[in-house]
């Protein structure tokens, strides 16, 4: 029986291994990204706001949890805050907020936090289950006095990919979800720095790519369309990944 997500992924590779020069149209995107907005409806319709991702035991921790992506970001800032254990790093909530913040990571230690074991699901083909621990981000959004007229989360981060930070987004739907919290830990321990130390997002019902690492800012936003390219995600820019990427 194919799954939901493996139909998508083998239907998504005959798109790429047999389209290119169809998917190169103008015509062709517009209809793909029609489809990403229908699926994006869809799940909005079917899927409960609060419904949670698989969580799993202790004994379904994967011995290694792999790196992808960046595994050191070449900013010097970076260098200097992780030759010092992170003590000088501060996470700054802004944008459509009332009250910016800038957290640094023993407060942000200090916060309530969540505990759970996931799976991680790669773009790439690859899985792997981890044990995170972090605060839940809507806690934060609120106390920061979230704007009515905000309608995005966006995550800015140190790492660059020529020349540019990393960046991703999501809804309010995705960014307020009981699973999605900052992860300072893995497996209980402080974040390894290829795992996206000191602070990763984990928003536990989207790809991996969405999840991102070596956090600087979250700002709240109204509209994507003066980020980054204007499809709300680096990748999402440059290689025309999905930016709904639901699992």
């Known amino acids: 029986m194919v799954s939901r997500r493996n139909a998508l992924t083998i239907g ?77 790093w501060r996470l700054h909530v802004g944008g459509l907020v009332s009250r910016p913040l800038a957290i640094s990571l023993e407060s942000l230690k200090a916060l309530p936090q969540r505990t759970q074991i996931t799976r991680h699901d790669c773009v790439e083909g690859w899985s792997a289950i981890g044990q995170w621990t972090g605060p839940v981000l809507g806690p934060i959004l609120q106390f920061a006095g979230l704007s009515s007229t905000a309608r995005y989360i966006v995550f800015h981060c140190y790492d660059d990919f020529g020349g540019t930070q990393y960046y991703e987004s999501v809804d309010l739907v995705d960014a307020f979800h009981p699973q999605t919290i900052l992860a300072w830990a893995l497996n209980g321990r402080p974040l390894p720095v290829p795992n996206g130390a000191p602070v990763r997002l984990r928003i536990e019902r989207q790809l991996g790519y969405k999840h991102a690492k070596y956090l600087r800012a979250v700002e709240a936003v109204a509209s994507l369309d003066q980020v980054g390219g204007g499809k709300g995600g680096y990748w999402e820019d440059v290689a025309d990944y999905a930016w709904f990427a639901g699992i």
């Open 12 to 88: 998504g590779g005959l798109l790429v291994a047999g389209c290119d020069r169809i998917a190169a149209t103008r015509t062709a995107q517009h209809g793909f990204k029609g489809a990403e907005d229908l699926t994006y409806r869809v799940s909005r319709l079917l899927t409960a706001r609060d419904a949670l991702a698989p969580q799993f035991t202790g004994a379904d921790v994967s011995p290694i949890f792999r790196s992808n992506g960046t595994a050191m970001p070449r900013s010097p800032e970076y260098a200097r805050l992780a030759a010092a254990n992170f003590a000088g």
